[in-house]
Each structure stands twice: as C-alpha cells, then as structure tokens.
C-alpha cells in the first residue's frame, strides 16, 4: 500500500485526535495488546463465481471455501462477511451438497460442519450470498479512507465525464466486504475466481486469465486462477472499459490497464517496470516469484495504490500526460513501491498488523534502491530526506514504536512510522551490516518465510545468521523502541596536543548507541573519521590535528535519523558545499546559507556554486533560495531557463526571473510557451502575467494543469483567479478547498485562494466541485474525531453551500447544479457523523 498524504497544509494543524482506546485481545496481559490472530482455520483454497447488479450496486456471489483445522480438531468454521445477505450454506463434497447450520450475526458466519475434523482434513464449504458494500459499517483510516471492500464507480452511467468501473480494495481487513473469509494477514490461501460483465468491459485478478467465455450477446465470464498461496486481503478484481497495454519481463506478461486517453502515455508511465523487476530480482538474488504482473488505473480510488498480488491498482493520479512526465514521472516511485511488495507483503506477509513495518518500511525503502539504481545516490539520498521530514513533520510520530502493539485502530499503523521511518531505519541498517551481509540476509529472510509470515523478529535472526552479529541492541532501540537522537555537536582544539574534540551530546531522554560519521577539514583537505556514540549523555572523541579545523560536520553521509544542533558560520557553510562528496553535506549548506544571501559573500559564493551543481535538485535549492534582488545571479539565472537539461530547473529559473517584471525576458517567456513542460509553461505564463497581464486568459486556456505540481499550481492560481478563466477552475479546486489555512504555509495566496472558493461556489461546474468535495471527503478520513478540526471544515462546506444554494434558487431547474448541492450535503454530512 503506498499511502495517499493529502492537505499536508491542513492536517498539520491538527494532529492531536481525542479518542478512547477500544477493547482488544490482550492475551492475559493488561491493557491494550493486539496479539496476532489465533489460527483456528487454515483456509485453503478460494474460488468465487461473481456477478452484478450495476443499478443496485451489489454483488452476487458463490464461494467455495476449502479449509482444514489448523491444529487442533474442530466442528465449526467462523468466517468474515460484511454486510452481506446470505441465502444458502452447504458442504460439497464429490459434487454434493448438504445444507449445514449457521449463524450470521455481527459480520461473522459461524458454520457448524457436519463432524469433526482433524488438522489437515480438508472440507469445502459452499455459500451464496449478496455482497452489499454500500451497507458495510467499518471506517476507513488517514492512509485508505473508505473501507467497504468492493466499489462501484458511475455504476448507472448518469456522469458522461466518469467511466464506469468496479474494483476491489481489502486491505486492511476490506476483502471480507466482498468474498466470505478469514480476513486476517496471517491466512494464506489459493484462488480462482470467475468473473460475468458486459462484453465491452475488461476484467482484471490475481494470477492468470485461464479462460473467457462468451455468454450470448451481451456477456462474457473470464476465469482467473492464482495458484500460489497469498493473503486474502491481496485478492483483487477489477472491471472496466481499459486500454491494455502489453510488455514483457524474460517471459512474464507485464500489462497496463489506463483509461484510452492516456494509452499512447502507459509506457511513458509504467514502462520502466521490467527493468525495475530485473533490478529487483538481482538485488534480492531471488527472482520475481509469481505469474504476471499487471498495473490498473482507478477512478475515485481510496488510497494511492494497492499491491494486490499480480495486479495492483493505482489511484488516477497514476496517469500523466507528456507535459507532467517530462517534468518527473510523479508516480515512479509508487510503481517501485508497489512492485517491491511482491517480495515484502505478498511473498512474506507480515504476520499481524503490529508487525506491519515488515511490508511498508521495505516498499518504501524501495524507493531509494530504484532512485539510487536508475538515477544516482543523490537522487536517492534526496528521496530519503524528504521521507524523513515527512515522517518529523507529524509529532505523533516521535512517541511511536516502529512495532507497536498498543495501537488503537489497525489502520493507523499506515503512518509515517511504519513508511518512512521504517525505511530510514532499513537504510542505517544497510550501511552497519554492508551490502553484502544486508541484502544477503534479505535473500535468507524471503527463502526461510516464503508464502508465508514474518515478523520483525525473524528479520533480524536472518540478519543475524548471514552476518554473524548480534543485532539486538539495533532491534530494540529501533523497532521495539521510539523516538530518535537529538544531538548538539561542538568542538574545541588544543594547540598544544594539536587534537581537536568533537563531543556530541545528545539531548532527548532515551539514549541511543550508533555509528556516526564525522567529516574534518583540515588544511583543505576533508577526513571521514568513524565513530561509535555509546547510549549516554554526551561522548568525546579525539582526532590529531596539526591546527584547529575549518570545519566540522557531523552526520555527514546523512544516513543516521537524528536531529543535529551545530552552528557554522556562512564561510564554513561553503566549504561544507565546496568539500562534501555527498549529497546531505552539500543539499543542507545550501539550505542553510538561504538567509545569508545576499547579505554575505560567503553564502553568495555557496548558491553560486550550487547554481552549477551536476545535482539537478541543488540547483533548483539554489533558484529558490534567491533574494528578491537577484542581479548577482541573473548570468546564471538565464543560462538554466534556456539550457538547463532538467525541465524543472529551466521552469524554475523562469519563475525566478519572472519575479524581476523585466520586459527583456518577454521574448523567453514567449519561446517557452512552446515547450512541453507543464512547468517551462507554467512560469513562462507567470511572467507574462508580469509583464504582458492581457495575454493570460488565452494563454491558460491552451494549458493542462490536471496534474500539475504544487509548485507550478501556487504560481498560476492568482492568475486563474483574477483572470477568472473558467477551463482552469478544477484545476486549482482542491487547492483553494483549504482557503482559509492556505495563509499559513503562503501569505501570498490567502486571497486568491479565498476568491478561487467563492468563484467555483458561485459558478456553476461540477467537475469542480467534484474534485474539491472528494479531496474534502478524503480529508475527513485523516482527520478522526479531532473536533477542531471537523468544525473547521464543516465551517468551509456550509459557507460554500450557502453561495451554492443562493445559484440553485437563481436556477431551480438546473440538473447540474442540483447536483453540486447534492455534493456539498453529503460531504458536509459526513463530517457530522
């Protein structure tokens, strides 16, 4: 699961939720404690008869359950089945079947079987039933905020701007919404699953495509078999009408299913995953180990993707069209992710959801494998940074163990804990253990668990076994423990030893041990000098130095999570930049000499520098650390918006160079405006609007922002707004949905965004009020019962709907807005609730 983090700007404003504790298992012990689910049941197999019920949005199925006590004998079979009506309950056996007793009360089948079975004595246990997601109760979460199991999407086909499709989502604990099962990760089962639609669908599961049967006219069944045990929160089905684009990996079938107006795009999107499965394959020295290999677009999707053994769904976002890819492929790293989880998640799936960082710290940690395979270790080390700020911005993170145990509801293990401080952690592992013992011991962990479980326990004993250390002091500081360091660094020389200390003191109340690497300037030469920092307050370390350093820079590979407090003064800041070899040394003298620009030598020399970084991210950290006079620079400047290889530093430049109002650059900003980059585009319109503001309106009409980033959204949304160039208005709906806390993260964009609102609430267009109510519901999922924060919003929908309504009474009879009314009801109701 690669996880959706919308309105960042928003939700870091509330991250306290005030919620009780629920009931658990505790297993003897006091308080909260989610044990690992008890495997009364091995399931077996699986194999489903579907179809549906468009109109009614329902789904008519028949199961076939094989299973066998797992160890102890047993009588009963308990299964999971939301929301379902269930009509018939039989065992079949050599083709008969005979009706058994059951109970279906609070989401559970309980079905008496007609004796007592041993471990290993397998039954089948037949069930039709109607699965009605529309009536299942369960809650989503901050990272899948729907948790119905199975969607219907335009199932009437009334939307002409929506396509209609079907798919499934079961992860958490969702698959049982759809299919009667032991809904729980430790279960491991086989399936097949025959699957009726109308002819001019598409349809999509796990494994192979064994058979497709036309049946008359109008419909058609296609049988999928997967014949390798996975957990049933990993079935998957998808319907709908879908280009397939085809590729191959040595002899897999690699597919893409997107929308027809992005086929021409799938391979500009998708079309590194055979290499990224080589990559992989060779990294873990265990290859790809299913079937095929799919990837499916999806409209209105409840998360951000899904790796669904063999066939992993995506949100729409997914789709991007040649202005956004030759900018960044935004969606390469959740295809990496997704793929990754393969091997960690479907291959060996983590045992309990306490344990979930076994699946989701290694996707993420994926992302920098790829990053640091295809594109260098900068772009790599840079990936991880910002997943590290990612997971610091949150203060509840800091107080949470990576394995938890005491969690309250499931779906909050899907955080910044369990992603991107698991993966930060994976990355200090590496560089302990070495690539060989770490990716060997990786190999072990995959072989000893496969199709099955694992925990983070029997990661470090795999660790353990290839490298010969003991890792228990990691584990328990970093899994089983919270928090991280938090570290002053100083240093003082004695002239007459000729030594420099280094004391790194370390300031929070647990105390970590950890390698650490210190780099010494001395004389214009840098020195990496490798320490171990013991679990106390502070520690010294000694270096011969024949003068007292020019600079000290603690954590100089970056690749400890920490906190540091070291000053430095602009001029070491550029030797910093000057000297570092890697990434982190040379990205944060950037960063910190922006407030000195300007204002000292020192730190003008630094983004001078980095202006020619070989890093395309350093020089985009150089143009966005200009001064509002940026005649020193402009040389610079100019030759990136015209010949910088990046796209996104040539747009970049162009931004800052439309902020000088120059009418020279007109001439740039017209040429631009050929380019297919959305961000050249962009900013060369940003400047025109300076310096030619009658040119805009017909400018951004001829422009696609769909899926514009948010750098190249803030530029454009004044114009959007004051221009009221009305083809732009979804574009820039879910960015004004937050109008009155957009001040907070931009002054600048407070009015504009707050007139953008109340221009789409006095206009009529659906599509964007659509996209504002969606990312409004989605919010409504990450936020919890945080009161605050739900009246907040609740203040946003009713203010919206009162401009609303105020055009449905000017237009009664307008169908259209009818139904953006409609819209904004249900979302405001959904925040009473």
């Not at 344990?355 to 790599?380: H, I, M, P, Q, R």
Request: charged share 25%.
């Amino acid at each position: 699961m690669k996880k959706l983090i919308i309105a960042a700007l928003f939700l870091g404003l509330f991250f306290n939720k005030n919620t009780a504790f629920a009931q658990t298992e505790t297993s003897g012990r006091t308080g909260v404690y989610r044990a690992t689910h008890t495997k009364v049941t091995e399931l077996k197999h699986t194999k489903l008869r579907v179809n549906f019920n468009f109109e009614k949005e329902q789904m008519n199925g028949e199961a076939w359950i094989t299973a066998s006590p797992y160890f102890y004998a047993s009588n009963e079979l308990e299964l999971d089945a939301k929301a379902m009506i269930i009509s018939d309950v039989a065992l079949e056996k050599n083709g008969a079947r005979t009706p058994l007793k059951y109970t279906y009360k609070d989401d559970i089948l309980k079905i008496s079987l007609d004796k007592t079975y041993q471990k290993n004595q397998d039954y089948t246990v037949y069930i039709k039933y109607v699965a009605r997601p529309n009536e299942v109760k369960q809650e989503g979460s901050a990272a899948i905020n729907d948790a119905k199991g199975l969607y219907f999407i335009n199932a009437q086909g009334k939307d002409p701007n929506k396509p209609t499709q079907i798919w499934t989502q079961g992860e958490t604990e969702s698959s049982s919404c759809w299919f009667p099962t032991i809904d729980k990760p430790n279960q491991k089962t086989t399936q097949e699953i025959y699957i009726t639609v109308p002819k001019q669908y598409v349809t999509l599961s796990n494994g192979l495509l064994k058979s497709s049967q036309n049946l008359g006219e109008s419909l058609r069944t296609d049988h999928w078999v997967m014949d390798k045990k996975h957990a049933p929160y990993l079935f998957f089905m998808g319907v709908g009408d879908y280009a397939v684009i085809k590729d191959k990996w040595r002899n897999i079938d690699v597919d893409y299913y997107v929308e027809k107006d992005y086929e021409a795009f799938a391979k500009q999107i998708f079309g590194n995953t055979p290499e990224m499965m080589e990559f992989f394959s060779k990294k873990l020295n265990y290859d790809y180990p299913w079937q095929k290999y799919a990837q499916m677009t999806a409209r209105d999707y409840v998360s951000g993707a899904m790796e669904n053994t063999t066939a992993v769904l995506h949100q729409e976002s997914a789709q991007q069209k040649p202005g956004d890819l030759i900018d960044e492929n935004k969606w390469e790293d959740v295809i990496a992710h997704e793929l990754f989880h393969h091997w960690f998640g479907d291959l060996v799936t983590t045992e309990s959801w306490s344990n979930l960082t076994v699946n989701e710290s290694f996707a993420n940690y994926s992302e920098y494998l790829w990053n640091e395979f295809k594109y260098g270790k900068d772009a790599a080390d840079y990936h991880l940074m910002k997943d590290i700020k990612g997971f610091k911005a949150d203060p509840k993170n800091i107080s949470k163990d990576l394995v938890r145990f005491n969690y309250h509801s499931r779906e909050d293990m899907f955080d910044g804990v369990s992603y991107n401080k698991g993966g930060a952690i994976l990355h200090m592992l590496r560089n302990y253990l070495g690539d060989d013992a770490f990716f060997a011991g990786l190999t072990d962990y995959l072989k000893t668990n496969e199709y099955g479980t694992g925990e983070a326990h029997q990661l470090r004993l795999s660790l353990e076994k290839v490298s010969g250390k003991d890792l228990n002091w990691f584990f328990n500081q970093w899994y089983f423990g919270s928090g991280y360091p938090k570290l002053e660094v100083s240093s003082t020389y004695d002239a007459m030893k000729k030594q420099v200390t280094v004391s790194v003191a370390q300031t929070q109340d647990q105390k970590f041990e950890f390698p650490l690497a210190i780099d010494v300037l001395e004389n214009g030469k840098m020195s990496r000098k490798n320490v171990w920092v013991t679990a106390t307050s502070k520690n010294n370390f000694v270096f011969d130095a024949s003068k007292n350093p020019e600079l000290i820079n603690a954590n100089a590979d970056g690749v400890l999570l920490c906190d540091i407090k070291q000053d430095k003064t602009p001029e070491q800041l550029y030797l910093q930049y000057s000297n570092s070899k890697e990434f982190y040394g040379k990205y944060n003298a950037i960063e910190e000499s922006k407030e000195s620009v300007g204002k000292n030598p020192f730190a003008n020399k630094t983004i001078s520098a980095a202006l020619k970084d070989p890093f395309f991210r350093n020089r985009i950290l150089a143009l966005e650390s200009m001064p509002e006079d940026a005649k020193d620079f402009l040389v610079d400047i100019e030759k990136l918006a015209q010949n910088d290889p990046k796209t996104l530093v040539q747009g970049t430049a162009i931004g800052v160079l439309a902020k000088t109002k120059n009418p020279k650059y007109a001439s740039l900003f017209e040429k631009s405006l050929s380019s297919v980059s959305n961000s050249v585009k962009g900013n060369a319109i940003a400047g025109i609007a300076e310096i030619n503001p009658e040119k805009v309106t017909t400018l951004l009409d001829k422009i696609d922002l769909e899926n514009a980033n948010e750098e190249v959204m803030n530029k454009l949304l004044p114009i959007i707004v004051k221009n009221k160039i009305t083809s732009q208005m979804p574009s820039i709906a879910q960015t004004v949905a937050f109008y009155p806390f957009i001040g907070f993260q931009n002054p600048a964009l407070a009015q504009p965004a707050e007139e953008g609102f109340n221009w789409i609430m006095d206009s009529d267009n659906t599509k964007a009020v659509e996209k504002l109510t969606g990312i409004l519901k989605q919010v409504k999922s990450q936020i919890g019962d945080n009161a605050q924060a739900k009246m907040m919003i609740s203040d946003i929908l009713k203010k919206g709907l009162e401009r609303k309504m105020k055009l449905f009474r000017e237009n009664p009879n307008n169908q259209s807005v009818n139904k953006q009314v409609e819209l904004l009801n249900t979302t405001l109701e959904a925040y009473k609730n």
